[in-house]
Protein backbone atom coordinates (compact mmCIF):
# COMPACT_ATOMS: atom_id res chain seq x y z
CA UNK A 1 0.00 0.00 0.00
CA UNK A 2 0.94 3.36 -0.72
CA UNK A 3 1.71 6.24 2.19
CA UNK A 4 -0.18 9.61 1.21
CA UNK A 5 2.71 11.50 0.89
CA UNK A 6 3.94 8.83 -2.23
CA UNK A 7 4.08 9.45 -5.70
CA UNK A 8 2.27 6.42 -7.72
CA UNK A 9 5.55 5.51 -9.07
CA UNK A 10 7.99 5.98 -6.27
CA UNK A 11 10.59 3.19 -5.23
CA UNK A 12 10.72 3.76 -2.16
CA UNK A 13 9.98 0.78 0.22
CA UNK A 14 11.02 -2.64 0.78
CA UNK A 15 11.78 -4.89 -2.44
CA UNK A 16 11.37 -8.29 -1.45
CA UNK A 17 11.79 -11.87 -2.85
CA UNK A 18 14.59 -10.81 -5.61
CA UNK A 19 17.14 -12.87 -7.03
CA UNK A 20 20.62 -11.02 -7.23
CA UNK A 21 22.55 -11.29 -10.27
CA UNK A 22 25.92 -12.40 -9.68
CA UNK A 23 28.00 -9.10 -9.25
CA UNK A 24 24.66 -7.27 -8.71
CA UNK A 25 25.67 -5.97 -4.84
CA UNK A 26 28.83 -5.58 -2.98
CA UNK A 27 29.94 -9.26 -2.60
CA UNK A 28 30.05 -9.10 1.08
CA UNK A 29 26.42 -7.88 1.70
CA UNK A 30 24.49 -11.58 -0.35
CA UNK A 31 24.51 -14.96 0.13
CA UNK A 32 24.64 -16.57 -3.70
CA UNK A 33 21.09 -18.01 -4.54
CA UNK A 34 19.54 -16.54 -1.42
CA UNK A 35 16.67 -14.60 -1.71
CA UNK A 36 17.31 -11.28 -0.98
CA UNK A 37 15.37 -7.62 -0.82
CA UNK A 38 16.41 -4.26 -1.21
CA UNK A 39 15.27 -1.01 0.46
CA UNK A 40 14.89 2.07 -1.04
CA UNK A 41 14.52 5.44 0.99
CA UNK A 42 13.99 8.93 -0.80
CA UNK A 43 15.09 7.36 -4.20
CA UNK A 44 18.73 5.94 -2.85
CA UNK A 45 19.27 2.47 -1.70
CA UNK A 46 18.74 2.20 2.19
CA UNK A 47 19.39 -1.58 2.41
CA UNK A 48 20.03 -4.49 -0.04
CA UNK A 49 21.26 -7.82 1.26
CA UNK A 50 19.77 -11.45 1.79
CA UNK A 51 16.27 -11.37 2.65
CA UNK A 52 16.90 -13.35 5.61
CA UNK A 53 19.65 -10.82 7.28
CA UNK A 54 16.23 -8.06 6.76
CA UNK A 55 16.90 -5.60 9.89
CA UNK A 56 13.38 -5.91 11.48
CA UNK A 57 12.72 -1.65 10.97
CA UNK A 58 12.69 -1.92 7.41
CA UNK A 59 9.91 -4.60 7.69
CA UNK A 60 6.83 -2.59 7.81
CA UNK A 61 7.70 -0.04 4.41
CA UNK A 62 6.15 -0.33 1.58
CA UNK A 63 5.93 -3.75 -0.22
CA UNK A 64 7.26 -3.95 -3.58
CA UNK A 65 7.23 -7.86 -4.73
CA UNK A 66 9.78 -8.92 -6.55
CA UNK A 67 7.80 -11.95 -7.53
CA UNK A 68 11.45 -13.90 -8.08
CA UNK A 69 12.86 -11.84 -10.76
CA UNK A 70 16.21 -11.57 -11.52
CA UNK A 71 17.86 -7.71 -10.34
CA UNK A 72 20.74 -6.29 -11.65
CA UNK A 73 21.96 -2.73 -11.67
CA UNK A 74 20.69 -0.53 -13.99
CA UNK A 75 22.41 -1.17 -17.37
CA UNK A 76 24.72 1.69 -18.61
CA UNK A 77 25.49 2.95 -22.52
CA UNK A 78 29.25 4.07 -21.89
CA UNK A 79 29.65 4.85 -25.64
CA UNK A 80 26.43 6.54 -27.79
CA UNK A 81 26.70 9.64 -30.58
CA UNK A 82 22.90 9.28 -30.19
CA UNK A 83 22.23 12.70 -30.93
CA UNK A 84 22.12 13.41 -34.75
CA UNK A 85 20.29 14.38 -38.02
CA UNK A 86 19.09 11.77 -40.22
CA UNK A 87 20.41 8.66 -41.11
CA UNK A 88 22.93 6.74 -43.67
CA UNK A 89 20.64 3.13 -44.81
CA UNK A 90 22.18 4.82 -48.13
CA UNK A 91 25.46 3.97 -47.06
CA UNK A 92 24.39 0.40 -46.33
CA UNK A 93 23.83 0.16 -49.82
CA UNK A 94 26.76 1.52 -50.61
CA UNK A 95 29.00 -1.35 -48.38
CA UNK A 96 26.24 -4.20 -49.98
CA UNK A 97 27.50 -3.30 -53.35
CA UNK A 98 30.81 -3.11 -52.20
CA UNK A 99 32.08 -0.16 -50.98
CA UNK A 100 33.77 -0.34 -48.01
CA UNK A 101 33.39 2.06 -44.76
CA UNK A 102 36.67 3.98 -45.61
CA UNK A 103 35.67 4.26 -49.17
CA UNK A 104 32.47 5.64 -48.27
CA UNK A 105 34.10 8.38 -45.96
CA UNK A 106 36.99 9.32 -48.41
CA UNK A 107 34.10 9.91 -51.04
CA UNK A 108 32.50 12.58 -48.81
CA UNK A 109 29.45 10.07 -47.44
CA UNK A 110 30.63 8.72 -43.72
CA UNK A 111 30.41 10.89 -40.69
CA UNK A 112 30.78 14.33 -42.68
CA UNK A 113 27.28 13.44 -44.29
CA UNK A 114 25.75 13.20 -40.88
CA UNK A 115 27.31 16.46 -39.89
CA UNK A 116 25.51 17.98 -43.04
CA UNK A 117 22.29 16.45 -41.80
CA UNK A 118 22.80 17.84 -38.07
CA UNK A 119 23.62 21.64 -38.82
CA UNK A 120 20.75 21.40 -40.91
CA UNK A 121 18.90 20.34 -38.16
CA UNK A 122 16.81 22.50 -35.77
CA UNK A 123 17.74 21.86 -31.70
CA UNK A 124 14.04 20.39 -31.26
CA UNK A 125 14.45 18.33 -34.08
CA UNK A 126 17.61 16.91 -32.94
CA UNK A 127 15.64 16.28 -29.47
CA UNK A 128 12.63 14.20 -30.73
CA UNK A 129 14.91 11.97 -33.12
CA UNK A 130 16.94 11.33 -30.02
CA UNK A 131 14.34 10.87 -27.67
CA UNK A 132 12.71 8.53 -29.74
CA UNK A 133 15.48 5.85 -29.87
CA UNK A 134 16.75 6.62 -26.21
CA UNK A 135 13.42 5.35 -25.66
CA UNK A 136 13.90 1.79 -27.02
CA UNK A 137 17.48 2.17 -24.95
CA UNK A 138 15.43 2.84 -21.93
CA UNK A 139 12.84 0.62 -22.50
CA UNK A 140 15.80 -2.32 -22.10
CA UNK A 141 16.57 -1.29 -18.51
CA UNK A 142 19.39 1.90 -19.33
CA UNK A 143 19.64 4.13 -16.08
CA UNK A 144 23.09 5.80 -17.21
CA UNK A 145 24.22 6.89 -20.77
CA UNK A 146 26.43 8.99 -22.55
CA UNK A 147 26.05 11.03 -25.28
CA UNK A 148 28.78 12.43 -27.53
CA UNK A 149 28.73 15.48 -30.06
CA UNK A 150 30.73 15.02 -33.21
CA UNK A 151 28.20 15.77 -35.56
CA UNK A 152 28.42 19.37 -35.27
CA UNK A 153 31.98 20.39 -36.06
CA UNK A 154 31.27 24.09 -35.23
CA UNK A 155 30.10 26.08 -32.14
CA UNK A 156 26.51 26.29 -32.78
CA UNK A 157 26.34 23.09 -33.81
CA UNK A 158 28.86 20.96 -31.26
CA UNK A 159 26.74 23.21 -28.71
CA UNK A 160 23.09 22.04 -30.04
CA UNK A 161 23.75 18.17 -29.71
CA UNK A 162 25.27 18.67 -26.09
CA UNK A 163 22.23 20.81 -25.45
CA UNK A 164 20.12 18.36 -26.62
CA UNK A 165 21.94 15.74 -24.98
CA UNK A 166 21.56 17.62 -21.25
CA UNK A 167 17.90 17.86 -22.32
CA UNK A 168 17.29 14.62 -22.92
CA UNK A 169 18.66 13.81 -19.40
CA UNK A 170 16.30 15.87 -17.67
CA UNK A 171 13.21 15.24 -20.07
CA UNK A 172 13.62 11.42 -19.07
CA UNK A 173 14.96 11.11 -15.87
CA UNK A 174 18.49 9.26 -16.66
CA UNK A 175 21.74 9.94 -16.22
CA UNK A 176 23.56 11.55 -19.30
CA UNK A 177 27.37 12.16 -19.80
CA UNK A 178 28.29 14.33 -22.13
CA UNK A 179 31.68 13.82 -24.09
CA UNK A 180 32.88 16.88 -26.70
CA UNK A 181 34.03 14.83 -29.55
CA UNK A 182 34.83 18.23 -31.42
CA UNK A 183 37.75 15.91 -33.06
CA UNK A 184 35.60 13.62 -34.88
CA UNK A 185 36.11 14.09 -38.40
CA UNK A 186 37.31 17.17 -40.52
CA UNK A 187 34.65 19.15 -41.40
CA UNK A 188 34.35 20.23 -45.34
CA UNK A 189 35.76 23.69 -45.19
CA UNK A 190 38.65 22.45 -43.17
CA UNK A 191 39.40 20.00 -45.93
CA UNK A 192 43.21 20.34 -46.26
CA UNK A 193 43.81 22.35 -43.21
CA UNK A 194 43.38 19.35 -39.92
CA UNK A 195 45.79 21.29 -37.82
CA UNK A 196 43.86 24.83 -37.96
CA UNK A 197 40.68 22.80 -37.26
CA UNK A 198 42.37 21.53 -34.69
CA UNK A 199 43.89 24.72 -32.96
CA UNK A 200 39.99 25.58 -33.47
CA UNK A 201 38.98 22.74 -31.08
CA UNK A 202 41.48 23.37 -28.95
CA UNK A 203 41.40 26.90 -28.21
CA UNK A 204 37.79 28.10 -29.16
CA UNK A 205 35.46 25.10 -29.32
CA UNK A 206 36.00 23.11 -26.55
CA UNK A 207 36.72 25.79 -23.62
CA UNK A 208 33.64 28.24 -24.80
CA UNK A 209 31.54 24.61 -24.39
CA UNK A 210 33.28 23.96 -20.87
CA UNK A 211 32.19 26.85 -19.33
CA UNK A 212 28.90 26.65 -20.06
CA UNK A 213 28.65 23.34 -18.58
CA UNK A 214 28.04 21.13 -21.46
CA UNK A 215 31.24 19.10 -21.41
CA UNK A 216 32.24 16.49 -18.86
CA UNK A 217 34.56 14.19 -20.87
CA UNK A 218 36.69 14.89 -24.39
CA UNK A 219 36.97 12.34 -26.63
CA UNK A 220 38.94 11.81 -30.07
CA UNK A 221 38.34 9.55 -33.15
CA UNK A 222 42.49 8.68 -33.66
CA UNK A 223 42.73 6.85 -36.74
CA UNK A 224 44.53 7.07 -40.15
CA UNK A 225 41.01 8.45 -41.74
CA UNK A 226 40.32 11.01 -38.55
CA UNK A 227 42.84 12.60 -36.56
CA UNK A 228 46.82 11.71 -36.07
CA UNK A 229 48.43 10.64 -32.52
CA UNK A 230 49.94 14.23 -32.23
CA UNK A 231 46.77 15.81 -33.31
CA UNK A 232 45.20 13.69 -30.07
CA UNK A 233 47.28 14.87 -28.00
CA UNK A 234 47.02 18.44 -28.38
CA UNK A 235 42.93 18.38 -27.70
CA UNK A 236 44.30 15.91 -24.65
CA UNK A 237 46.64 18.98 -23.34
CA UNK A 238 43.51 21.18 -23.91
CA UNK A 239 41.04 18.85 -21.91
CA UNK A 240 43.30 18.96 -19.33
CA UNK A 241 44.35 22.34 -18.92
CA UNK A 242 40.13 22.21 -18.45
CA UNK A 243 40.18 19.51 -15.72
CA UNK A 244 38.24 17.50 -17.94
CA UNK A 245 38.74 13.35 -18.01
CA UNK A 246 39.60 12.12 -21.65
CA UNK A 247 38.66 9.39 -23.72
CA UNK A 248 39.53 7.90 -26.72
CA UNK A 249 38.36 6.05 -30.18
CA UNK A 250 41.26 4.22 -30.53
CA UNK A 251 42.82 1.20 -32.68
CA UNK A 252 39.63 0.87 -33.95
CA UNK A 253 41.03 0.37 -38.20
CA UNK A 254 44.95 0.23 -37.38
CA UNK A 255 47.09 0.40 -34.33
CA UNK A 256 48.18 4.14 -34.09
CA UNK A 257 49.30 3.98 -30.33
CA UNK A 258 46.43 5.97 -29.05
CA UNK A 259 45.60 3.82 -26.20
CA UNK A 260 48.96 4.14 -24.36
CA UNK A 261 49.23 7.96 -25.44
CA UNK A 262 45.60 7.98 -23.78
CA UNK A 263 46.97 6.22 -20.90
CA UNK A 264 49.32 8.53 -19.74
CA UNK A 265 46.49 11.24 -20.09
CA UNK A 266 44.78 9.41 -17.34
CA UNK A 267 41.98 7.98 -19.49
CA UNK A 268 38.64 6.98 -18.47
CA UNK A 269 38.50 4.56 -21.57
CA UNK A 270 39.93 3.37 -24.62
CA UNK A 271 37.23 2.30 -26.85
CA UNK A 272 36.87 0.16 -30.30
CA UNK A 273 40.93 -1.33 -29.37
CA UNK A 274 40.65 -4.24 -32.31
CA UNK A 275 44.16 -3.43 -33.23
CA UNK A 276 45.25 -2.91 -29.82
CA UNK A 277 48.95 -3.83 -28.86
CA UNK A 278 50.62 -5.42 -25.66
CA UNK A 279 52.20 -2.38 -25.05
CA UNK A 280 48.77 -0.52 -25.41
CA UNK A 281 47.46 -3.02 -23.10
CA UNK A 282 50.14 -2.45 -20.31
CA UNK A 283 49.43 1.03 -20.33
CA UNK A 284 46.06 1.09 -20.01
CA UNK A 285 46.12 -1.77 -17.20
CA UNK A 286 48.88 0.87 -15.75
CA UNK A 287 46.42 3.98 -16.14
CA UNK A 288 43.24 2.11 -14.92
CA UNK A 289 41.43 2.71 -18.27
CA UNK A 290 38.89 0.33 -19.32
CA UNK A 291 38.80 -1.32 -22.66
CA UNK A 292 35.19 -0.82 -23.98
CA UNK A 293 34.08 -3.26 -26.67
CA UNK A 294 32.39 -2.15 -29.37
CA UNK A 295 30.75 -5.49 -31.24
CA UNK A 296 27.88 -3.49 -32.69
CA UNK A 297 30.69 -1.18 -35.06
CA UNK A 298 32.58 -5.06 -35.26
CA UNK A 299 29.87 -6.38 -36.91
CA UNK A 300 27.94 -3.82 -39.04
CA UNK A 301 31.66 -3.33 -40.69
CA UNK A 302 32.42 -7.23 -40.92
CA UNK A 303 35.12 -6.62 -38.90
CA UNK A 304 36.95 -10.17 -38.40
CA UNK A 305 40.47 -8.56 -36.28
CA UNK A 306 39.13 -9.40 -32.81
CA UNK A 307 40.11 -7.11 -29.72
CA UNK A 308 42.57 -9.13 -27.66
CA UNK A 309 40.14 -9.99 -24.97
CA UNK A 310 42.36 -12.77 -23.79
CA UNK A 311 45.48 -10.34 -23.20
CA UNK A 312 42.70 -7.75 -21.08
CA UNK A 313 41.38 -10.52 -19.01
CA UNK A 314 44.50 -11.98 -18.56
CA UNK A 315 46.11 -8.08 -17.89
CA UNK A 316 42.96 -7.50 -15.55
CA UNK A 317 41.66 -4.06 -17.72
CA UNK A 318 38.22 -3.80 -16.88
CA UNK A 319 35.90 -4.32 -19.66
CA UNK A 320 32.63 -2.85 -20.38
CA UNK A 321 30.16 -3.19 -23.64
CA UNK A 322 28.04 -0.50 -25.11
CA UNK A 323 26.27 0.13 -28.69
CA UNK A 324 28.23 2.79 -29.88
CA UNK A 325 24.92 3.99 -31.43
CA UNK A 326 25.86 6.24 -34.58
CA UNK A 327 24.48 6.39 -37.89
CA UNK A 328 27.84 4.80 -39.46
CA UNK A 329 28.95 1.76 -38.30
CA UNK A 330 26.91 0.82 -35.48
CA UNK A 331 23.10 1.79 -35.98
CA UNK A 332 22.37 -0.16 -32.68
CA UNK A 333 19.74 0.25 -30.29
CA UNK A 334 19.67 -2.55 -27.74
CA UNK A 335 22.16 -3.15 -25.63
CA UNK A 336 21.18 -6.75 -24.77
CA UNK A 337 21.87 -7.03 -28.29
CA UNK A 338 25.40 -5.62 -27.17
CA UNK A 339 25.81 -8.37 -24.91
CA UNK A 340 25.19 -11.68 -27.15
CA UNK A 341 27.63 -9.87 -29.45
CA UNK A 342 30.31 -9.74 -26.81
CA UNK A 343 29.83 -12.91 -26.04
CA UNK A 344 29.25 -14.42 -29.31
CA UNK A 345 31.50 -12.64 -31.73
CA UNK A 346 34.21 -11.83 -28.85
CA UNK A 347 34.04 -15.02 -26.52
CA UNK A 348 32.84 -13.13 -23.51
CA UNK A 349 31.27 -15.41 -20.76
CA UNK A 350 28.13 -13.85 -19.46
CA UNK A 351 29.20 -12.61 -16.24
CA UNK A 352 31.63 -10.35 -18.11
CA UNK A 353 28.88 -9.28 -20.19
CA UNK A 354 26.69 -8.24 -17.53
CA UNK A 355 29.55 -6.44 -15.77
CA UNK A 356 30.25 -4.82 -19.05
CA UNK A 357 27.13 -3.01 -19.48
CA UNK A 358 27.18 -2.44 -15.44
CA UNK A 359 29.89 -1.84 -13.56
CA UNK A 360 32.82 -1.47 -16.12
CA UNK A 361 30.57 0.72 -17.98
CA UNK A 362 29.98 2.57 -14.81
CA UNK A 363 33.66 2.86 -14.59
CA UNK A 364 34.36 4.41 -18.23
CA UNK A 365 32.02 7.25 -17.55
CA UNK A 366 33.64 8.47 -14.07
CA UNK A 367 29.94 7.22 -12.74
CA UNK A 368 31.31 3.96 -10.44
CA UNK A 369 30.15 5.73 -7.20
CA UNK A 370 26.92 6.23 -8.10
CA UNK A 371 25.91 3.60 -11.06
CA UNK A 372 26.75 -0.11 -12.07
CA UNK A 373 26.52 -1.82 -8.65
CA UNK A 374 23.27 -1.99 -6.30
CA UNK A 375 24.74 -0.43 -3.29
CA UNK A 376 23.75 1.30 0.09
CA UNK A 377 23.62 5.21 -0.92
CA UNK A 378 23.89 4.98 -4.39
CA UNK A 379 20.58 6.42 -6.24
CA UNK A 380 17.76 3.79 -6.89
CA UNK A 381 18.93 2.23 -10.29
CA UNK A 382 18.07 -1.50 -11.05
CA UNK A 383 16.15 -3.65 -12.85
CA UNK A 384 13.31 -6.77 -12.50
CA UNK A 385 14.27 -9.17 -15.22
CA UNK A 386 11.48 -11.97 -16.16
CA UNK A 387 13.81 -14.78 -17.01
CA UNK A 388 14.31 -17.72 -15.54
CA UNK A 389 18.41 -17.47 -15.42
CA UNK A 390 20.74 -15.11 -15.58
CA UNK A 391 22.56 -15.75 -19.18
CA UNK A 392 19.44 -15.48 -21.16
CA UNK A 393 19.78 -11.70 -20.98
CA UNK A 394 22.78 -12.40 -23.06
CA UNK A 395 21.19 -15.34 -24.82
CA UNK A 396 17.62 -14.17 -26.32
CA UNK A 397 17.96 -12.20 -29.75
CA UNK A 398 15.33 -9.07 -29.51
CA UNK A 399 13.52 -10.49 -25.75
CA UNK A 400 11.82 -8.41 -23.92
CA UNK A 401 12.94 -9.23 -20.68
CA UNK A 402 12.52 -6.19 -18.98
CA UNK A 403 9.71 -6.48 -16.13
CA UNK A 404 10.35 -3.10 -14.02
CA UNK A 405 13.35 -0.67 -14.40
CA UNK A 406 13.72 1.40 -11.42
CA UNK A 407 15.38 4.68 -12.51
CA UNK A 408 16.39 7.73 -10.18
CA UNK A 409 14.31 6.19 -7.71
CA UNK A 410 11.56 6.27 -9.79
CA UNK A 411 9.46 3.23 -11.19
CA UNK A 412 10.15 3.98 -14.76
CA UNK A 413 8.51 0.48 -17.05
N1 LIG B 1 32.49 5.65 -33.72
C1 LIG B 1 32.78 6.71 -34.51
O1 LIG B 1 32.88 7.80 -34.11
C2 LIG B 1 33.11 6.30 -35.86
N2 LIG B 1 33.06 4.89 -35.67
C3 LIG B 1 32.68 4.60 -34.44
O2 LIG B 1 32.54 3.47 -34.02
C4 LIG B 1 32.23 6.70 -37.00
C5 LIG B 1 30.84 7.13 -36.79
C6 LIG B 1 30.13 7.40 -38.11
O3 LIG B 1 30.42 6.77 -39.14
O4 LIG B 1 29.24 8.27 -38.13
FE1 LIG C 1 32.03 5.80 -31.51
Partial sequence: MLLPHQAPDCADGLWTDLRLAPGAAPASTTTPDAPAAIVVAQGRIAWVGDA???????????????????????????????????????????????ASYE?????????????????????????????ARLELLLAEGVCAIEIKSGYGLAL???????????????AFGVTVRTTFLGAHALP?????????????????????????????????????????????????????ALGLPVKLHAEQLSDMGGAALAARYGALSCDHIEHLSPAGIAAMRDAGSV??????????????????????????????????????????????????????????????????????????????DTHGVIAVGMPANFVLWGVNEVAELAYWLGARPVQCVVRQGRIAA
Avoid at 106 to 112: D, P, S, T
Avoid at 222 to 236: D, K
Avoid at 308 to 333: F, W, Y
Wanted: glycine share 8%; aromatic share 6%; net charge neutral.
Fill in 52 to 98: SALPAHFAHLTPHAGAGAWVTPGLVDCHTHLVYGGQRANEFALRLAG
Fill in 156 to 170: AHERKQLRVARRLGK
Fill in 291 to 368: AVLLPGAYYTLRDTHLPPIEALRQAGVPMAVSTDHNPGTSPCLSLLTMMNMACTLFRLTVPEALAGVTQHAARALGLQ
Fill in 188 to 240: PEYAGRSSDSIDLVCRNRLPALAAEGLVDAVDVFCERIAFSLEETERVFKAAQ
Fill in 103 to 131: EVARAGGGIVSSVRATRQASEDELFASAA
